[in-house]
């Protein structure tokens, strides 16, 4: 490892160093980093999404250091978690990255340096910040940091109303450069959280975008706003967004029914107390619930209402939590109950829904699109984090380096919860600051998913 960066990892676990020290750090000029090329983007042409092999884009390469505008931050990243846009990136779907990257550097002089011919991914992280620039107020060298996705235009009048409806809004490191897979990454300071103390930095790390996607969806007045009692079905309940969406059913007073596509998956979310869980088989290319046609398979549909109701003393979902996409969409329609919500995020098996329209308008029920999180949504879901209502599902970490090899296995399904990776930190035990939160919230909880054998007491290194 280089000198520079194992300093700097010393220098984050020492409750004696100063924002100055970390001010004056000497920092690499260059770093390592996860990166797609822009060469190589028609890479998969012609091929289906599953036999499409995100290892054969992803490289791990020294690049230079990115320069620090008047309005940016530079976090040195100890973790930081895969999520499913990356594999769309890495993939070069829905369309190559360099496209929104290109849009994002001409609407900003500060953006331009945006415009590489390699893209650094990665959308969550958490770590420590090393410089600000002129015009930052919020945040100092020294400063322990998650990271949030969203980054917008603060002068755009949309976002003083709800910043997700900013024309200029972008994924960072899905549809910006400089993501957090990479030693250094750089991010606008309504990009920042105060890191939960009680967790490492790659439990900390592997929370963020899915736990505020889904505080959007089903907490905030912007989604579904469930209250108690209601029974929400949640499809891909094991897998990232899925298993926030089952904490804060519970937290909420909710019911979650779980859809999952294996006895393995449907174990470890009864687990985290979804008592209710659905075990639906799926093959890649499938469709479940639509013919070859296109057309619903209404038979099908009315099994799975049959099997939700034997689980809910016969009531019908008041929420579907959907981003499956067109594989389910015709069923969360129609098995919602009358005047019920559907609220999506996402189209994982595709973007080109089809449903029968009369389940939706002759019981009046409501579609809710819903994207990420504004920042204050962010910072009410990082303050339940912080207190200990929402644990961590990382199940497995990767040295940044093998990352790859998680990406994988997130495209074809095969891992649970979320998938972390060691970037400057090389140990997975290290960040925790509030051992008393910790064990209040419990060891147990917070290593739920961990497939790496008997769960372990922090302070021992346990890299998959
Ligand atoms: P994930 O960890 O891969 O989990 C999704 C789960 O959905 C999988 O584990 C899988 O579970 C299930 N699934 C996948 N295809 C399915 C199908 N055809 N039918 C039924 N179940 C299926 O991904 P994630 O992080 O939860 O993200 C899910 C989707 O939401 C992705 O498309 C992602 O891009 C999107 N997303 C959007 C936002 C946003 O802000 N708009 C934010 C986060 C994520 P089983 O194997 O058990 O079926």
């Given at each position: 490892?280089?000198?520079?960066?194992?300093?700097?990892?010393?220098?984050?676990?020492?409750?004696?160093?100063?924002?100055?020290?970390?001010?004056?750090?000497?920092?690499?000029?260059?770093?390592?980093?996860?990166?797609?090329?822009?060469?190589?983007?028609?890479?998969f042409r012609g091929l289906a999404f599953h036999e499409k092999d995100p290892r054969r884009s992803l490289h791990y390469e020294e690049v230079p250091l990115p320069e620090v505008g008047p309005n940016e931050v530079l976090v040195a990243v100890m973790a930081s978690a895969l999520n499913f846009n990356n594999v769309w990136s890495s993939l070069f779907e829905p369309s190559p990255g360099f496209n929104y990257i290109g849009e994002y550097s001409r609407y900003s002089p500060v953006n331009a340096k945006h415009n590489l011919d390699?893209?650094?991914?990665?959308?969550?992280?958490?770590?420590?910040?090393?410089?600000?620039?002129?015009?930052?107020?919020?945040?100092?060298?020294?400063?322990?940091?998650?990271?949030?996705?969203?980054?917008?235009?603060?002068?755009?009048?949309?976002?003083?109303?709800?910043?997700?409806?900013?024309?200029?809004?972008?994924?960072?490191?899905?549809?910006?450069?400089?993501?957090?897979?990479?030693?250094?990454?750089?991010?606008?300071?309504?990009?920042?959280?105060?890191?939960?103390?009680?967790?490492?930095?790659?439990?900390?790390?592997?929370?963020?975008?899915?736990?505020?996607?889904?505080?959007?969806?089903?907490?905030?007045?912007?989604?579904?706003?469930?209250?108690?009692?209601?029974?929400?079905?949640?499809?891909?309940?094991?897998?990232?967004?899925?298993?926030?969406?089952?904490?804060?059913?519970?937290?909420?007073?909710?019911?979650?029914?779980?859809?999952?596509?294996?006895?393995?998956?449907?174990?470890?979310?009864?687990?985290?107390?979804?008592?209710?869980?659905?075990?639906?088989?799926?093959?890649?290319?499938?469709?479940?619930?639509?013919?070859?046609?296109?057309?619903?398979?209404?038979?099908?549909?009315?099994?799975?209402?049959?099997?939700?109701?034997?689980?809910?003393?016969?009531?019908?979902?008041?929420?579907?939590?959907?981003?499956?996409?067109?594989?389910?969409?015709?069923?969360?329609?129609?098995?919602?109950?009358?005047?019920?919500?559907?609220?999506?995020?996402?189209?994982?098996?595709?973007?080109?829904?089809?449903?029968?329209?009369?389940?939706?308008?002759?019981?009046?029920?409501?579609?809710?699109?819903?994207?990420?999180?504004?920042?204050?949504?962010?910072?009410?879901?990082?303050?339940?984090?912080?207190?200990?209502?929402?644990?961590?599902?990382?199940?497995?970490?990767?040295?940044?380096?093998?990352?790859?090899?998680?990406?994988?296995?997130?495209?074809?399904?095969?891992?649970?919860?979320?998938?972390?990776?060691?970037?400057?930190?090389?140990?997975?035990?290290?960040?925790?600051?509030?051992?008393?939160?910790?064990?209040?919230?419990?060891?147990?909880?917070?290593?739920?998913?961990?497939?790496?054998?008997?769960?372990?007491?922090?302070?021992?290194?346990?890299?998959?």
């Amino acid at each position: 490892m280089k000198a520079a960066l194992k300093h700097l990892a010393e220098l984050s676990e020492s409750k004696s160093a100063s924002s100055e020290d970390f001010a004056h750090l000497p920092l690499p000029d260059t770093m390592s980093a996860m990166t797609v090329h822009r060469d190589e983007t028609d890479l998969f042409r012609g091929l289906a999404f599953h036999e499409k092999d995100p290892r054969r884009s992803l490289h791990y390469e020294e690049v230079p250091l990115p320069e620090v505008g008047p309005n940016e931050v530079l976090v040195a990243v100890m973790a930081s978690a895969l999520n499913f846009n990356n594999v769309w990136s890495s993939l070069f779907e829905p369309s190559p990255g360099f496209n929104y990257i290109g849009e994002y550097s001409r609407y900003s002089p500060v953006n331009a340096k945006h415009n590489l011919d390699y893209h650094i991914l990665g959308t969550d992280g958490a770590g420590v910040v090393v410089r600000t620039g002129t015009a930052v107020t919020r945040w100092k060298p020294g400063d322990r940091v998650m990271i949030f996705g969203p980054t917008c235009d603060v002068s755009s009048p949309e976002v003083f109303d709800d910043e997700i409806r900013d024309p200029h809004l972008m994924a960072y490191g899905f549809e910006t450069n400089f993501g957090s897979f990479a030693d250094f990454t750089l991010v606008r300071e309504h990009q920042l959280l105060p890191k939960p103390e009680h967790l490492t930095w790659v439990e900390a790390a592997s929370m963020t975008l899915v736990a505020t996607t889904t505080y959007r969806m089903l907490v905030s007045r912007n989604g579904a706003q469930m209250s108690q009692g209601d029974n929400v079905l949640i499809w891909g309940a094991s897998g990232g967004l899925g298993t926030f969406a089952i904490q804060f059913v519970l937290n909420g007073g909710g019911i979650p029914v779980g859809v999952v596509s294996s006895e393995e998956k449907a174990a470890m979310v009864r687990k985290m107390g979804c008592e209710r869980v659905i075990v639906l088989p799926r093959d890649h290319g499938e469709d479940r619930f639509l013919d070859e046609n296109g057309h619903t398979k209404n038979r099908q549909i009315l099994r799975l209402k049959a099997q939700i109701r034997k689980l809910t003393g016969g009531e019908d979902p008041d929420i579907v939590f959907e981003h499956t996409g067109r594989s389910t969409f015709a069923a969360s329609v129609a098995v919602a109950r009358p005047g019920g919500k559907i609220v999506t995020c996402g189209s994982t098996s595709g973007y080109d829904h089809v449903f029968d329209n009369r389940y939706l308008w002759q019981t009046v029920k409501h579609i809710i699109g819903s994207h990420a999180a504004n920042y204050y949504e962010a910072v009410q879901t990082a303050r339940l984090i912080g207190k200990g209502f929402l644990y961590p599902t990382l199940s497995r970490v990767f040295p940044l380096a093998e990352g790859a090899e998680a990406f994988s296995m997130l495209h074809k399904g095969t891992h649970m919860g979320k998938l972390g990776f060691l970037n400057i930190a090389p140990e997975e035990s290290m960040g925790i600051r509030d051992h008393e939160l910790r064990e209040k919230v419990g060891e147990e909880k917070i290593r739920l998913f961990r497939r790496d054998g008997e769960p372990r007491p922090a302070g021992q290194c346990a890299v998959a």
